[in-house]
């Protein structure tokens, strides 16, 4: 069993940054692919990143790419997200996820434990 604590997130204006922290609790942490995922009020979940195991892979949602940047720090069971120039759009509930190595890593379905999300707010 794996838990997740999402740390990081809050209210900043357009073209700030944010870093989003994973902290994972359970055994075998660098046995798991990791993801962030976003979910706002009426929509689906969507990913906005993912890392394999060992870090050496990751996928970005089109819409983050060269903004996000994934990372992982298995010596403290944590994953990062590191968002740069932020948009309004960028505003929902974002979610840390950890998953078995599976060939995809961004779906939900994906993944097996999930975080209680952190509030991202970027105000224009």
């Known amino acids: 069993q794996v838990q997740l604590v999402e740390s990081g997130g809050g209210l900043v204006q357009a073209g700030d940054s944010l870093r989003l922290s994973c902290a994972a609790s359970g055994p075998r942490f660098s046995t798991y692919n990791m993801g962030w995922f976003r979910q706002g009020p009426g929509k689906e979940r969507e990913s906005v990143a993912a890392i394999r195991i060992g870090g050496g892979s990751t996928a970005y949602a089109d819409s983050v790419k060269g903004r996000f940047t994934i990372s992982r720090d298995s010596a403290k069971n944590t994953v990062y997200l590191q968002m740069n120039s932020l948009k309004p759009e960028d505003t929902d509930v974002y979610y840390c996820?950890?998953?078995?190595?599976?060939?995809?890593?961004?779906?939900?379905?994906?993944?097996?434990?999930w975080g209680q999300g952190t509030q991202v707010t970027v105000s224009s």
């Open positions: 996820a950890a998953g078995p190595p599976r060939a995809s890593m961004t779906r939900p379905s994906d993944y097996d434990y």
